[in-house]
């Protein structure tokens, strides 16, 4: 039965694939309608990916950009839609700030203090959405837009000079943490250096994977998301995994902005990004939430970022980047609905044919061999 | 005169059986009724003819002009009109207020409308009140406001998709004379069912369909059930009929005064009391929407009581989740198995870990244990004889029947001390529903204690070794089910009828009490 794994594994691709071609080909016509020539831009971008700095930048990017994206994932694998990855990260990477600018022990200890103040943090914040929802009812979409506001105060409350905050000429800052919770990169010579945490982020993909397909909790909450009921009636608390779902969602999202805090800025600043977990949504999306998948389109996201500003240099609007991103989101949705359905149709029908022919598992001896030994 | 003809019609489809070559000739003024068991294409073909589907092949003939139709809106205006199976009427609107919803042109949504809606109740008796709210009707008043919904858009020819699913047989024959009714002012009825008893009464001619295909046509009074059921399944007939009694003295589920209240109050379930022993089948009789859901929910543990108790041998498991009741030995054969039973998209395997992720061979303490599931799904999939390619395909790709033989094999393999069977042979085909009647037999025999819900009647005579009517959230009556006959059943279940129920002799049912066998064609 070979056939239907190769099926499944082009299925998998047909629907990125197809979004992809979909989204440069309306970016042409968007360059085309604005009297540009409708290749160069692309050819300078893939160009920059040549470049050893460029790809630095690139993949770290890419971590924080993966660490965000599994996080939504997470939510969407039991369809939750957790809109609030943006508040719990930030908020969590100011903590850990915070945390690493007082507390001082030896990096063996410090660093997991950190990572381990981002994760509470995170979960925490999306904790309260998860609680909400489950005594109240509240969509977790609407909570979790209303928290990212509130984080946004809540981070201009701490950024206080009387708070937490340090003044560093105009900027707000929580204060250079201690040295012991910086986290060394690897030093690529003139191209830069790649942050230490982008193994937090291959980690977190690895466990990601094996908690969804090879435990009982993971089953679990796939079941919750394919259908809400059937896991009920298999014995799933509904409840209790929208809380867990919610949880681990949001304690992923705490540490989407550490590589960067621990591995360069130091500090959490207004200079601190923002956004990307508003942008994991979309890699997710893109991704269709497998760690491989969210991994490319991790790296697609970043590459877009990073080799657009080039652009301006050559008198293209760097924005032609945001536009692609945003046709890939558009396009993703429609490509993988349809995909996902042709698919379905195309199995009834080969299961039908199959049927129809006699390969029906277990009518004999030797079907059964072939398929045991698959 | 012919009012529909189809001729060499012809529909491919993914995976199910479709329509190869059929060809029906309904005249006018007349009952034709449709018969085939589950899964035979019939409702294909009503969708055809309504417009909802085309046929690859074939064609359509409406008063002797060929047509041919996108949409239903199409058929509606050549006069073909569907009473659905389950009701398309909104439940906070008055009868008028649905009557008119779609077709406020015909005669705008007022004094006109009434008067009309009025006119045609009376014409053919069917006693519609135009100003009662839907929700205030009980199920059979529903099915004729949908009829009347279909005439008032001008219908000539109706068709019914399994109107006596949802009825007693009071009710039923009730829906007949409404029939007969509707046919001498000239109108023509396509009845489609699987019933052959009631096929045989009410109508004038009747076309038989199996796997897709129509396989001929008879005419009731030269025709018996039994050669209709063996046209319509090809072969000799399965029974459900249970041989000897394997019911012991061993209490397995012991329901004590259970209710369940609804938001505000109101019972859903109120003082359900009953024993089930080991090696025994309960078997629940009802109208649907009674509280055998509620019942289901409530024992598996999707609701949790409002008072009372229920024990598990000698454990009372009231407060237990549902996983610990599945864990502990309670076996769940769902209603709706695409909403409880099944993960469409998943592939089989992974449907066969549903429900049991705690236990083995799915899992090894906090881990799956994919192999060994995959393993015991082939197992399942060859000792239940589950028609499939692979286990690696989506359950949405198998047919009903193969999907709840999956279910049935999944439930029975974790041998359960105590199995909830709620219509397990639903939309499952002869073959299939032979197939689950023996293994429900056969874990009887080795101590199961089964609680059987079934709108089936004959199924749950045949299978059960002690009967309980269900009405209103209570078990009202009790009944012998060797001794019982469907009719009787029935008023019990409109109500009608409390407490123990004695089969009484009369010489109208000797004749009767021959039927049931043969009437189990589906």
């Given at each position: 039965m070979k056939k239907f794994d190769k099926e499944r594994v082009l299925l998998a691709v047909a629907g990125p694939v197809i979004a992809l071609a979909v989204a440069f080909v309306l970016s042409a016509i968007v360059l085309i309608a604005s009297g540009k020539n409708p290749v160069e831009p692309f050819s300078i971008m893939f160009e920059q990916a040549t470049f050893s700095d460029i790809q630095v930048l690139i993949i770290n990017q890419a971590s924080m950009y993966y660490i965000a994206a599994l996080a939504v994932a997470i939510g969407f694998r039991m369809n939750l839609f957790n809109i609030g990855v943006d508040g719990q990260y930030q908020l969590a990477a100011m903590m850990a700030a915070i945390v690493g600018a007082h507390a001082n022990l030896p990096a063996a200890l410090q660093i997991p203090l950190l990572l381990l103040t981002a994760v509470c943090t995170g979960a925490f914040w999306s904790g309260i959405a998860g609680v909400l929802k489950v005594t109240r009812g509240v969509s977790e979409v609407v909570a979790t837009i209303m928290l990212n506001a509130i984080a946004t105060s809540v981070i201009g409350y701490l950024w206080l000079p009387t708070v937490f905050g340090v003044k560093v000429g105009n900027n707000n800052t929580t204060g250079e943490m201690h040295e012991s919770g910086w986290v060394p990169g690897i030093d690529m010579g003139d191209a830069g250096e790649i942050y230490g945490l982008v193994f937090l982020a291959v980690l977190l993909g690895i466990a990601y994977w094996v908690v969804l397909n090879r435990t009982r909790f993971g089953f679990d909450l796939r079941a919750s998301g394919a259908s809400e009921s059937a896991a009920a009636a298999s014995g799933v608390d509904p409840k209790r995994m929208v809380l867990t779902a919610m949880l681990l969602s949001g304690g992923i999202a705490g540490l989407a902005g550490l590589p960067i805090l621990l591995g360069d800025t130091h500090t959490y600043s207004l200079n601190f990004p923002t956004g990307i977990g508003f942008l994991g949504i979309g890699i997710a999306l893109l991704g269709r939430n497998s760690p491989v998948g969210i991994a490319f389109a991790a790296l697609l996201w970043a590459w877009l970022d990073k080799a657009s500003p080039e652009l301006d240099f050559h008198d293209?609007?760097?924005e032609i980047a945001v536009i692609m991103q945003g046709l890939i989101v558009l396009s993703v949705v429609v490509s993988y609905e349809a995909v996902r359905e042709w698919g379905l149709r195309r199995q009834q029908r080969r299961v039908g044919a199959e049927l129809a022919a006699g390969h029906v598992l277990g009518a004999d001896n030797n079907t059964t061999k072939e398929v045991a030994g698959r | 005169m012919t009012a529909v003809e189809l001729a060499g019609i012809t529909k491919r489809f993914p995976g199910v059986v479709a329509n190869h070559d059929i060809h029906l000739t309904v005249r006018k003024g007349t009952v034709h009724a449709l018969v085939g068991e589950n899964g035979a294409g019939k409702s294909t073909l009503m969708k055809i003819l309504y417009g909802m589907q085309k046929p690859d092949e074939g064609t359509i003939a409406i008063n002797g002009e060929q047509v041919s139709f996108s949409s239903p809106a199409d058929a509606i205006v050549r006069g073909i009109g569907m009473v659905h199976q389950h009701f398309m009427l909104a439940d906070n609107l008055t009868v008028l207020e649905n009557v008119v919803l779609g077709s406020e042109k015909l005669h705008g949504i007022g004094a006109k409308a009434r008067r009309r809606i009025k006119e045609i109740s009376e014409r053919y008796g069917l006693?519609?009140?135009?100003?009662?709210?839907?929700?205030?009707?009980?199920v059979a008043a529903r099915q004729r406001v949908e009829i009347l919904k279909v005439l008032y858009r001008g219908a000539t020819t109706l068709i019914l998709d399994e109107p006596t699913a949802v009825l007693v047989p009071q009710e039923v024959d009730a829906l007949f004379d409404n029939l007969r009714e509707l046919k001498s002012e000239g109108l023509s009825v396509i009845f489609i069912s699987h019933k052959l008893g009631e096929v045989l009464s009410v109508a004038d001619e009747i076309t038989v369909i199996r796997r897709g295909t129509t396989v001929g046509t008879a005419v009731p009074a030269e025709t018996t059930p039994k050669q209709l059921a063996e046209m319509m399944v090809g072969s000799e007939l399965p029974t459900p009929e249970t041989a000897e009694s394997t019911v012991t003295d061993r209490p397995v589920i012991t329901v004590d005064k259970l209710r369940l209240e609804a938001v505000g109050g109101k019972a859903l379930l109120d003082d359900i009391t009953f024993t089930i022993h080991a090696g025994e089948v309960l078997g629940i009789a009802g109208v649907e929407g009674n509280g055998q859901t509620e019942l289901v929910d409530a024992l598996i543990g999707l609701k949790h009581a409002d008072s009372g108790t229920i024990k598990l041998i000698d454990e009372e498991?009231?407060?237990?989740p549902t996983r610990r009741r599945r864990e502990q030995g309670i076996g769940y054969i769902p209603e709706d198995r695409h909403r409880h039973g099944l993960l469409l998209e998943a592939p089989l395997w992974e449907n066969r870990i549903l429900g049991h992720v705690t236990e083995k061979p799915n899992a090894k303490g906090v881990w799956l244990d994919p192999k060994a599931a995959q393993q015991d799904t082939r197992r399942i999939v060859e000792a239940y004889d589950v028609r499939t390619p692979g286990i690696d395909v989506t359950a949405a790709s198998l047919s009903g029947g193969n999907q709840q033989k999956l279910i049935v094999g999944r439930e029975m393999s974790h041998k359960p001390r105590f199995l909830i069977a709620a219509h397990p042979t639903r939309g499952v085909d002869v073959g299939a529903q032979a197939a689950i009647w023996d293994h429900i037999r056969e874990a009887r025999r080795e101590g199961l204690a089964v609680l059987l819900i079934s709108a089936d009647l004959d199924e749950l005579i045949g299978l059960s070794d002690t009967l309980r009517v269900i009405y209103n959230g209570k078990l009202v009556a009790d009944a012998d089910?060797?001794?019982?006959t469907p009719e009787e059943l029935g008023s019990a279940m409109t109500g009608a009828a409390t407490g123990h129920l004695e089969h009484e002799e009369t010489p109208e049912d000797t004749s009767r009490s021959s039927e049931p066998g043969e009437d189990e064609a589906r």
């Open positions: 293209y609007d760097k | 006693g519609v009140e135009p100003d009662r709210l839907v929700e205030e009707l009980g498991i009231t407060a237990w089910p060797a001794t019982i």
